[in-house]
């Protein structure tokens, strides 16, 4: 209960302070808050998207804190989640049910991370490092398949053929025309059932285990590698999910850069849960209001951009980490 | 000849700062993973200096200067508040990230590049020259200076360091000081040296290609400015291998665009054996 009230304070510590950066910029503080929260719960429409734009950091968030459970730090989310997505844009053309479509591309995302964790695991490399790298890597190899092998030649942009109806998910009519549908429930979902797996099963357990203390679990006979190859392929699956979500539910198709670098705001959801599958939702719905939000800044205010909300997620990142680490020194 | 090394040295300046940086910090026991961050408000500000104090040098000290605050800023979490040093590394990625476009709209009027600097004559050996002293330099204080051997006992060994009546903590915030203004200095070289104003997101990973140099190098001063090469080497080759063409085959652009960070990948895992990293690297003190 005490943690949950050090990173409420947190937050409003660095809101408080993000504000401050508005002010540094020359702009009112009050117009950037109007404009950021104005558009967040006013229609239905509007809450579709602010759904919308919560789905994906659900699943990346969940990218990165089932690694850090295993004491893994994920910043690969954004490559894997683009490899998902590339292989759902793809699929269809080989398989014509939805389910095997889904279940295709993130099984390809999940071998995509579970790399990082083999080369942390076998080759010891540093997981860091390699996932920054194989997020570049992912950049080169989908953009080159983008706007070669699999682009729609009745394009002029680097994005692939639409895929057949059948996969499309149908976005509920209450919102009005935003396209939260069946991946949005589902990510709600998704981190209780994880919690469950977390708590309830083998793998769960040496997953955490291994995170706790390297060397007790493996004196108790848990092998660390396994286990990292293991919750990184479960990330790169997670982050696929966001793929799916786009391609089948958002614009049917792979577009070039059409993730506003959701696997790195995974980072900040999953920091600011703390590695707790139980918050994410909350701390997901709260970077996703803040980046919807900091879409209206260009149209609203002069000097602001979008990338507002990345500045939101630093500040807050580092304030809840600091009121938590905050102890009066013994005298 | 010609055609390499000078190219060679030139793309591999700001990453000599910014891996000379990383390697100070975090052989005082504080992993850096803020490099990235430190190195694009580097960019930012060395050009917004340079360009308001009409002065490349001074742009590059103004960059210096807003690392050594940044460092700061880590400092008080890593070391005062013994937050976790890969999550505050990894805010100040994303608050630089987020705060540069907002900057460059503020103060240029467009989000995706400064004004250019263009009153002075491209520099030719000046930074060239700062880059081989600040790795002779490191190198030096490092080996054979008592100062640079605790700084060593500060990551290995702090409890050594502690019995000995030293400091830990006064090394470790020199690390995260120095691994501020370095890397911000190594940034400037980006937006003021090797081109002429800042770009969105242009340090593109080179705060990690700088910390992959330093595992490289063993966080070994002369290793990992061969790391460095390294990378500038497979960066240079990228970008003459564009439209070129293999037995009649064109490779993509953005594939070949890879081919630095493939190169990377694959001779940490699989060319150098284990490196090990300074014992208490992570440790807070």
């Known amino acids: ?331 | 000849m010609e055609e390499w090394v000078f190219p060679v040295l030139r793309t591999a300046t700001p990453l000599v700062f910014a891996s000379m940086g990383g390697l100070w910090c975090e052989r005082s026991g504080v992993i850096q993973i803020g490099l990235e961050g430190f190195m694009l408000l580097g960019a930012f500000f060395g050009a917004f200096f340079a360009l308001a104090l009409k002065s490349v040098f001074l742009g590059f000290l103004g960059a210096g200067l807003i690392g050594a605050i940044l460092g700061g800023v880590f400092g008080i979490a890593v070391i005062r508040f013994r937050a976790n040093q890969i999550i505050t590394g990894t805010a100040i990625n994303l608050f630089a990230a987020g705060l540069t476009p907002i900057l460059c709209k503020a103060v240029y009027g467009s989000a995706n590049s400064s004004a250019r600097v263009d009153f002075t004559e491209p520099l030719l050996w000046g930074p060239l020259v700062a880059a081989g002293l600040c790795a002779v330099v490191s190198w030096a204080l490092f080996l054979w200076t008592p100062w640079g051997l605790r700084m060593r006992f500060a990551g290995e060994h702090p409890e050594a360091l502690q019995n000995a009546g030293v400091s830990v903590v006064r090394y470790r915030w020199m690390g995260v000081v120095l691994a501020g203004v370095l890397a911000s200095v190594g940034g400037a070289m980006l937006s003021v040296f090797l081109s002429s104003s800042f770009v969105r997101g242009m340090s593109a990973g080179r705060g990690f290609i700088a910390l992959a140099a330093l595992i490289l190098g063993r966080w070994n001063p002369g290793l990992t400015v061969m790391g460095c090469f390294l990378f500038a080497f497979t960066d240079l080759m990228q970008g003459r291998l564009q439209g070129h063409e293999w037995f009649g085959i064109k490779v993509a652009d953005p594939m070949v665009h890879t081919f630095p960070y493939a190169v990377t990948l694959f001779i940490l895992a699989f060319v150098m054996g284990r490196s090990r990293a300074p014992k208490a690297l992570g440790e807070p003190w």
């Not at chain 1, 002029?156 to 149908?170: C, D, I, K, N, R």
């Not at chain 1, 935003?178 to 083998?202: C, E, I, N, Q």
Request: net charge positive; glycine share 12%.
């Open chain 1, 1 to 331: 209960m005490k943690d949950i009230l050090k990173s409420f304070l947190g937050v409003f510590i660095g809101l408080g302070v993000g504000l401050l950066v508005v002010v540094a910029v020359g702009e009112n503080p009050l117009v950037v808050l109007k404009a950021m929260t104005g558009a967040l719960v006013s229609s239905p429409y509007d809450i579709g998207m602010t759904l919308f734009y919560t789905t994906p950091l659900i699943f990346t968030g969940l990218a990165v804190a089932i690694p850090l459970r295993a004491g893994l730090f994920n910043i690969g989310a954004e490559g894997q989640l683009m490899v998902g997505a590339m292989a759902a844009a793809v699929l269809p053309q080989v398989v014509s049910s939805p389910f095997l479509a889904v279940f295709g591309a993130i099984l390809i995302s999940g071998i995509w991370g579970g790399l990082i964790g083999w080369l942390k695991a076998r080759r010891g490399a540093h997981e860091v490092i390699v996932s920054i790298l194989m997020n570049f890597i992912a950049v080169g190899i989908t953009s080159t398949l983008a706007n070669g092998m699999f682009k729609d030649p009745d394009s002029q942009l680097g994005e692939t053929a639409p895929v057949a109806e059948v996969f499309h998910s149908v976005p509920f009519s209450f919102f009005a025309g935003a396209p939260t549908g069946v991946y949005t429930v589902f990510a709600l979902f998704l981190p209780y059932l994880l919690y469950g797996v977390m708590k309830r099963s083998v793998w769960g357990y040496q997953l955490r285990a291994v995170g706790l203390n390297e060397t007790a679990a493996t004196l108790y006979g848990i092998e660390r590698g396994r286990v990292w190859i293991l919750a990184m392929m479960a990330a790169g699956a997670v982050a696929g999910f966001v793929g799916c979500m786009e391609v089948f539910g958002n614009a049917h198709k792979f577009r070039m850069g059409f993730s506003p670098e959701w696997g790195f705001s995974g980072i900040a959801v999953a920091l600011l849960a703390r590695g707790k599958f139980s918050a994410i939702v909350p701390s997901a719905l709260l970077f996703g209001m803040i980046s919807k939000g900091s879409l209206a800044l260009e149209l609203e205010t002069e000097k602001m951009t979008r990338e507002y909300a990345m500045v939101l997620q630093g500040i807050i990142i580092l304030s809840v980490t600091l009121t938590h680490a905050y102890k009066k020194r013994a005298k």
